[in-house]
């Protein structure tokens, strides 16, 4: 049975720090594009950030809202993906979700409908 666990949210003021962790169960990150979305209330889910490896080559995604301030990154041994989010913002604010592909690439912009398994969610909330 795959499963991703979403962890690592939390509150936290403006310009603070935050990373978060999604580990999968049944599934092998390496294997597969990997990515963070977010969707605040009222507003569309946005595909943060994307990994994947070819070879020896790691190829990353930033959507441009977060770019310079988040860094996506996943730990083979421990079959977990991170998201370190620094310099934090309220427009930040959001539930994030990780998700991982259909496939070894990812697509760009990442779209929700590219990824085939979820997390539940954990919710960042940023105050100015």
């Known amino acids: 049975q795959v499963q991703l666990v979403d962890s690592g949210g939390g509150s936290v003021q403006a310009g603070g720090s935050l990373r978060l962790s999604c580990g999968a169960s049944?599934?092998?990150?390496?294997?597969?594009?990997m990515g963070w979305f977010r969707q605040a209330p009222g507003k569309e889910r946005e595909g943060v950030a994307t990994i994947y490896r070819v070879d020896r080559n790691t190829v990353i995604y930033y959507a441009d809202s977060v770019k310079g301030r988040f860094t996506i990154s996943q730990d083979n041994a421990k079959n977990t993906l991170y998201l370190q989010m620094d310099s934090l913002a309220p427009e930040d604010t959001a539930m994030y979700y990780c998700?991982?592909?259909?496939?070894?690439?990812?697509?760009?912009?990442?779209?929700?409908?590219?990824?085939?398994?979820w997390g539940q969610g954990t919710q960042v909330t940023v105050s100015s």
């Open positions: 049944g599934y092998t990150v390496s294997s597969v594009c």
């Open positions: 998700a991982a592909g259909w496939q070894l690439r990812c697509p760009r912009p990442p779209q929700g409908a590219d990824f085939r398994y």
